[in-house]
């Protein structure tokens, strides 16, 4: 247990640093959010990083760690364009990060009463 | 473990009852590519929303009338990449109808087919008696409680497939624009309760359809256009409705602003024809699937992506498709951007469906 405890915390803090050294800047919520769209990341996974289906798995809320975002972006798993940084560096993938970490909490499938009802029997 | 994958397999109503009898038979999972009606959408053997995971870990792959086997068997990354969907060693085995005529490479996308290990020229719905008549005599007894135990694990998936899309349609349910199963799931809401036809293909919807709502019957989804033709979904659709009339179906079709730019003069058809269609326009403001594919390659070249949206995004001005329909005299709605409005606008627009008459609801929407 306290070493798990230990390696998360250790984690997080890789993360946080990671994310520090790739802006060497804070992270900028509103020029994410205008990158977010201006590189078209909406297309395939909604103007809120709510996912887009098939065409793009949802980023928000609670996103991924930073570095997997970064690694998704530069060698990208399966049929997603790669953002190399000659098109995207890294201080935007930390605001694009930020704003995608500033997206709220939206409704679960509970407190909405056609989906609740939905049954697979 | 053997995966059945069905792209236009079923032709007739029987085709849907083979299939199931198969899957049920072996309890092996099926992937429906959407491009028809083949199987429930329900089943708990309808796998469709991980098929791909399960073609990774199958033994045997049979592939029932494959329009496209290459991007079946093949995994294509970002860069243009191709690795196999199987595991080393697994069978890949077709059925298609396709084999018995002559072929040339554009009925391959311009794509050298996979390699498939045993590949029958035949009609999948004709063949499918005869194969599973084979599969029950060659079944030993020894099997039964293992195929059983395999067709719970797959129940319990598909209801975990059903929670997890529910999750995944919560988020961005009040998102403006309109989110893709927010749409869809206002639309079952008004049709539910309905005899349905949706004669529109779900593939630029993500197939929220399926991985919510509840069909098993043949009519209840036309399926796609085949050839990735465009243009295709407004006129087409307006001729299943007219087929589904007599039988006193709602029709209700999902067309792309796009699609419908190519043809708009169908709305007229629609109205002096007086053929009972709800048409919503998933209005996403440009030629989406183009969009994509150019980020793709536009990022692959390291060009950056400023200028994917020329000749692509539908906007500046931004069309209003409620007065286009209403100025060829069917009864319209919108252009719709608050998620809360959608429902009330859908509701009136079957109501002067129900009456015979067509209409169009235009709806502001996300990508996807």
């Known amino acids: 247990m306290r070493r798990s405890v230990i390696s998360s915390v250790l984690i997080g803090a890789v993360i946080v640093a990671a994310t520090a050294f790739a802006a060497d800047k804070p992270a900028n919520v509103a020029r994410g959010k205008q990158l977010y769209m201006a590189t078209g990341c909406y297309q395939c996974h909604g103007t809120r990083g709510e996912g887009g289906g098939g065409s793009g798995p949802r980023l928000a809320p609670g996103p991924m760690p930073y570095q997997g975002l970064l690694i998704q972006l530069r060698k990208p798993r399966a049929r997603m364009p790669v953002y190399t940084a000659v098109v995207m560096p890294d201080a935007d993938v930390a605001d694009i990060y930020a704003y995608l970490q500033s997206v709220p909490k939206g409704k679960t499938a509970a407190e909405i009463p056609m989906l609740k009802a939905l049954s697979a029997n | ?368």
């Open chain 2, 1 to 368: 473990m053997a995966v059945i994958y069905a792209d236009r397999a079923a032709r007739t109503p029987e085709g849907i009852k083979l299939l199931v009898e198969l899957a049920e038979v072996l309890q092996a999972p099926v992937g429906d590519s959407s491009n028809r009606m083949n199987f429930p959408w329900r089943h708990p053997l309808n796998q469709s929303r991980r098929f791909r995971n399960l073609l990774g870990e199958a033994d045997v792959a049979l592939a029932l009338e494959p329009g496209d086997p290459f991007s079946l068997f093949t995994r294509v990354d970002g860069r243009g990449n191709t690795q196999s969907s199987l595991k080393p060693g697994a069978k890949k085995i077709t059925i298609s109808s396709v084999e018995l005529a002559p072929k040339g490479n554009y009925q391959d996308l311009q794509r050298f087919a996979s390699e498939v290990d045993l590949a029958m020229a035949a009609d999948a719905e004709a063949t499918l008696p005869m194969l599973i008549e084979e599969v029950k005599r060659q079944l030993p007894a020894s099997r039964k409680s293992a195929i059983e135990a395999r067709g719970k694990t797959h129940a319990e998936a598909h209801r975990d497939e059903l929670e997890i899309a529910k999750e995944a349609a919560a988020n961005g349910w009040d998102d403006s624009p309109i989110s893709m199963p927010r749409m869809c799931m206002e639309l079952y809401e008004q049709i539910k309760g309905e005899d349905w036809s949706l004669v529109s293909p779900s593939a630029f919807q993500s197939n929220w359809p399926q991985a919510l709502w509840t069909a098993d019957r043949h009519y209840q989804y036309i399926g796609g256009q085949g050839a990735a033709g465009i243009g295709y979904i407004a006129p087409a659709t307006l001729g299943a409705a007219l087929a589904n009339q007599k039988h006193g179906r709602l029709s209700v079709s999902i067309v792309g602003d796009g699609d419908l730019m190519f043809g708009p003069g169908i709305l007229w058809t629609a109205a002096h024809e007086r053929i009972p269609l709800l048409y919503i326009v998933h209005n996403n403001r440009c030629y989406h699937m183009e969009i994509m594919q150019l980020q793709v390659i536009a990022n692959r070249r390291q060009r950056g992506i400023d200028r994917v949206r020329i000749g692509c995004a539908i906007d500046d001005p931004n069309i209003n498709y409620a007065m286009m329909a209403k100025s060829m005299g069917v009864y319209s709605e919108g252009p719709i951007e608050n998620p809360r409005d959608l429902g009330p606008a859908l509701k009136r627009a079957i109501a002067v469906v129900k009456k015979g008459e067509p209409a169009l609801v235009d709806v502001v929407s996300q990508g996807r």
